[in-house]
């Protein structure tokens, strides 16, 4: 945030940011948490974090009534979230998910105001599962969506392909692509598909040159022949997994 919400939040104006705050509760309360404030990393004051391994708990100010707003991220897919006026239940959280690495389950019994984003439950039951639901999801929303329409026998062909369907849909201004991740940034085979003004398909690259021009058969076909040796299932991760 570019301005100084400090003053909304008498706590936080006393000690001078949302990362010393916490550090100071930290500290009193003798928590093993490694609070690592905006301000530690040249940015706003507003803001602080924790993290281990593949957790990542961060704490903002809401710009408006100075309430602490606390997200649950897990391969930076937010998962859950608590809105607080109290450091020490927001730490409390914290130390469960980030330190204990509970589930959110777990999370809300220790903290009863945390609030589960709808896909949790699919994400925490894996990545096939999560990668499924997503397929049903995204293609009930393409039914209702006449910019998105012309996808759907797309997704029904590729549902028929083990190779694809084990992949994470990912649209973006009407393409389709699929990714070997199930969090941003995407790990995509540099393919993507379209529809076009007389009801078929094409397949770009990265570079939106035409590779392939088609029926939803024709196109998920060129797909398949021209993903790459190993190309999935999707994991839990972001495409920096595959940097390592």
């Known amino acids: ?17 949302v990362g010393k705050l916490l550090k100071a509760v930290v500290h009193e309360l003798s928590s093993p948490l490694v609070i690592v404030g905006g301000e530690d990393r040249g940015l706003s004051k507003d803001w602080a974090l924790a993290e281990q391994n593949v957790r990542e708990g961060r704490v903002s100010l809401e710009d408006i009534q100075g309430i602490l707003i606390a997200e649950f991220r897990e391969h930076g897919a937010k998962l859950a979230h608590l809105a607080s006026r109290s450091p020490r239940d927001v730490l409390r959280a914290l130390e469960a998910w980030v330190i204990e690495q509970v589930n959110t389950k777990r999370l809300s019994e220790i903290s009863p105001g945390i609030e589960i984003e709808p896909f949790t439950e699919f994400y925490e039951a894996g990545p096939e599962v999560f990668v499924r639901e997503c397929w049903l999801h995204d ?51 540099g393919l993507k598909i379209a529809g076009l003004p007389d009801g078929r398909c094409r397949v770009c690259d990265e570079s939106s040159n035409e590779l392939c021009v088609g029926d939803a058969n024709t196109v998920v076909a060129f797909l398949v022949k021209h993903l790459p040796p190993d190309f999935g299932p999707a994991i839990h991760g972001t495409a920096h997994d595959f940097e390592k």
């Not at 919400?5 to 940011?17: F, M």
């Not at 062909?157 to 991740?181: D, I, M, N």
């Open 1 to 17: 945030m570019s301005k100084d919400l400090t003053r909304l939040y008498c706590d936080i104006a006393t000690h001078g940011s």
């Open 139 to 189: 293609m009930e929303d393409w039914s209702n969506d006449e910019h998105k329409r012309h996808l759907l026998p797309v997704a029904q062909e590729a549902l028929k392909h083990p190779q694809l369907s084990r992949l994470l849909p990912v649209t973006s201004h009407g393409w389709l692509s699929f990714s070997r991740c199930t969090s941003h940034p995407y790990s995509t085979p």
